[in-house]
């Protein structure tokens, strides 16, 4: 344990063990972990899942890349993160997702070292599991910008194994806190991913030269890697069990009708302001 991780560990944590919800809700839910650590209540980490599917667009992401054609008619949620980048298709089976919230004042200032603390228990837990993975340290060129997997990959938060992508994790501050999300492949569905996007002639096979699931690399069912996963977060803040309180699950409502589903939230155009 280094410094700055024994520091966050003094504090209190939960831990909330995966949960399934719509990706409305849970990109609502990261947004209350970061007032609820803000505020000086518990810091959270956790991981969950997306039902229905769902595509979650980057902050700045133009809506007229999303084929919302084929999102209504394959059932698939569109909402928009808080965080930048591109586009991410996210299933129940193929995709993990994992968040961090904490008062920034805990956290290194410097948005490499924050990255890189907090990635530790990211990177451990695929370890564990028996994949050889780490930051990419070599420049790979875009495939396709509005992609999140497809975009050139970057030595802060893009993780490669085998020379593919696996995971993407991105951050943002926010009413003085840091939230960190990210989505790791446990098996790849390129052609539901390139399916949910409008504009681009990406084949499936190009998709998979540039990213990789862990089931190809290891023989781990996605359980046990949402147990290694949940065990490395938990443990890297020394985690007590933890749940939402009532109070957290309505706001996270209220936000949901207000922001994650609204359109002028999903469907707003780039460069336009809104919180």
């Known amino acids: 344990m280094n410094d700055s991780q024994g520091s966050i560990a003094d504090r209190e944590w939960r831990v909330i063990r995966e949960e399934v919800r719509p990706g409305p809700m849970q990109m609502a839910l990261d947004e209350v972990a970061g007032e609820t650590a803000a505020a000086g209540g518990p810091r959270t980490v956790r991981v969950y899942s997306w039902v229905p599917s769902c595509l979650s667009l980057g902050y700045g992401q133009d809506p007229e890349t999303v084929d919302w054609d ?14 930048g980048g591109g586009g991410i298709y996210h299933d129940r089976h193929g ?47 875009v495939i396709w ?8 990959l970057h030595p802060a938060h893009d993780m490669v194994a085998a020379g593919r992508k696996v995971a993407g994790n991105a951050q943002y501050r926010r009413r003085d806190a840091v939230v960190q999300h990210g989505s790791l492949t446990y098996s790849v569905d390129a ?25 190809e ?9 949402v147990a290694a996963l949940t065990e490395s977060l938990s443990e890297f803040v020394d985690a007590e069990e933890g749940a939402w309180t009532d109070d957290e699950l309505d706001r996270a409502r209220e936000k949901v009708d207000e ?17």
């Open 145 to 152: 910008h509005p992609a999140c997997y497809l975009r050139a």
């Open 70 to 83: 084929y999102c209504d008619r394959e059932g698939i949620d569109v909402t928009r993160r808080q965080t």
């Open 191 to 215: 052609e539901t991913h390139l399916g949910v996007f409008e504009g681009h002639d990406v084949t499936p096979e190009a998709f998979r030269e540039r990213v990789v699931g862990i089931d």
């Open 217 to 225: 690399l290891a023989d781990a069912s996605r359980e046990a890697f």
């Open 259 to 275: 922001k994650y589903r609204a359109d002028d939230w999903v469907r707003r155009r780039p460069g336009s302001r809104s919180d």
């Open 95 to 141: 995709d993990v997702a994992y968040s961090i919230a904490a008062p920034k004042s805990e956290l290194p200032g410097d948005l490499m070292d924050c990255y890189h603390l907090l990635c530790e228990p990211i990177l451990d837990a695929i370890r564990a599991v028996g994949v050889d993975v780490n930051f990419v340290d070599d420049d790979v060129p």
